[in-house]
């Protein structure tokens, strides 16, 4: 195992102690809600939303303590949008990283209201922190998830892809649904996590147009293993685009074209960190592994 | 038209036109989400949630200004809670105030996003309000909706009443559900409205007490009414209730009893309203009418 898988588990296994702290705890009455909640959050995945808000806010001086509320909230938000994506009135999906989707086991209605509670949770966890230290720091982190996550960021994304469904896309709506889908959560954890190590507008800005550049990047070379890796390399269905007739970077550009424009834009991730300086190499690093894996 | 109808009235005006301002504009693309979230926001309602929010604030000495963001992010909450709990999943209704509900005008997709994103803009809102005046009296007002709202508050009261559905309740699960499905909110818009005028926290606790004595009141109230008047008085289908077998303060109790439960939740609160003052007439007239109509 390499220096950033080994720094990159360290950061999950941190992350996933302190997201059961977050949760809320069980009261009097029924667990089911709170089963289903744990169920979606603690389904795996690599944690990098929160990854990256906790390695911003270190990158720029800050203690990792600190952005831990925001980072589990982000953590919490990007699952609920997974649970309400899969409901049988969006995408409808039976499986999600290799388990029954919420739905399939707690029923739609737990799953919605599951998806529900994790997106409250995250704005309680957010709006505690923010009680406990006023101020532009932890306020303005909270402004960016709010922003990222909202209608004109995740869920505008979420809303044109349900909108286009099986209809073909013209490039710059698909990359409004890459922008927003997927990019916009990747530029508000950067963002929030170096506002909260302290850091200027200006820098804060930086890590936001990392943050973009790495999430459509992300988003375009997603579409290529999509096409290009097996099943067993990915550890989810392959082709699944192709079956769906779903226009993608590959459909619109070919293979060798997606993978210079992600390239392209990995690229100037990269020379962002570069210029910000040794603290974000960890962030360089990770932006190489997400945005150019060729298997 | 008494003083108190006068009064509601010019609230209603003064909150409608504020709402407007609050929510997002439409930007390039499709304008379905956004019609969808005025749909359901502007369907009319007593919008009594942001009335008590801004009347809380100047009782104690604020100015509504201050109160604004978050008494707008109230009612999109309020009205989120709305869309999602009509969903065919949920209680299926096809109808509300009179007009046909969310998801049988935009489907069952949007209307799921349409309430996720009424959400989402209450939290952007208020996280706008709290970067731009870091305090705790916005912040703190942040987090008495956020938790009047979430997963032990009004969310937990829905996946009680979801959890419960077709099954006889318990008298103290009936109360549970009221407490926190309808009187969380309430509870909640008083003590933010509280907070934000500049109340102690002494005084804040006053409010959010005699919230949650209203709230529970005003539901019983509501389970009589569907009992006792006629579709005319009541501007929606009369004995719902029953034709869902649903348990209700009427059928655990009878009217009479309800009725005295009621009445004697209402006088406490409005003994609240009485020791904290000149202040709180307005709170009083809406509570007596609240919570003690006999149409």
């Known amino acids: 195992m390499n220096d950033l898988n080994k720094q990159m588990n360290q950061w999950i296994a941190y992350i996933e102690e302190k997201l059961e702290v977050f949760m809320p705890k069980q009261e009097q009455f029924p667990p089911v809600i709170f089963e289903a909640m744990a169920y ?5 995945g690599k944690r990098l939303r929160p990854m990256m808000l906790l390695a911003a806010c270190e990158a720029v001086g800050g203690e990792k303590e600190e952005g831990l509320p925001f980072a ?10 997974l649970i309400h994506d899969d409901l049988p009135a969006m995408d409808n999906d039976d499986y999600r990283r290799g388990r029954l989707t ?7 209605d737990m799953a919605i209201l599951a998806g529900d509670g994790l997106l409250h949770n995250a704005m309680e966890i957010m709006a505690d922190a923010c009680y406990h230290n006023p101020s532009k720091k932890t306020t303005g982190a909270m402004q960016a998830i709010a922003h990222g996550a909202g209608i004109h960021g995740m869920l505008i994304g979420q809303v044109v892809d349900v909108f286009y469904e ?11 649904i890459h922008i927003n889908k997927t990019a916009a959560m990747i530029r508000a954890a950067l963002k929030a996590g170096a506002i909260l190590g302290g850091a200027t507008d200006t820098v804060a800005e930086s890590f936001a ?3 973009e550049k790495i999430g459509v990047a992300f988003q375009i070379l997603d579409d ?7 099943m ?4 989810k269905p392959i082709h699944s685009d192709e079956r769906n007739e779903k226009t993608t970077y590959v459909t619109l550009y070919g293979i060798e074209k997606s993978r210079e424009i992600a390239c392209k834009l990995s690229d100037e991730a990269i020379s962002i960190w570069n210029e910000l300086g040794e603290g974000c190499i960890f962030l360089k690093d990770l932006t190489e592994y997400l945005t150019k894996r060729t298997y």
């Open 40 to 44: 979606s959050l603690f389904a795996g």
């Open 72 to 81: 589990c909230a982000m953590e919490m938000i990007h699952t609920y949008s």
């Open 102 to 108: 919420n739905h399939k086991v707690f029923g739609e």
């Open 166 to 176: 099986g209809k073909p896309l013209e490039a710059n709506i698909l990359e409004f």
């Open 209 to 211: 147009l990392a943050g």
């Open 224 to 230: 290529i293993l999509d096409v290009t890796s097996t």
């Open 232 to 235: 067993e390399e990915l550890g």
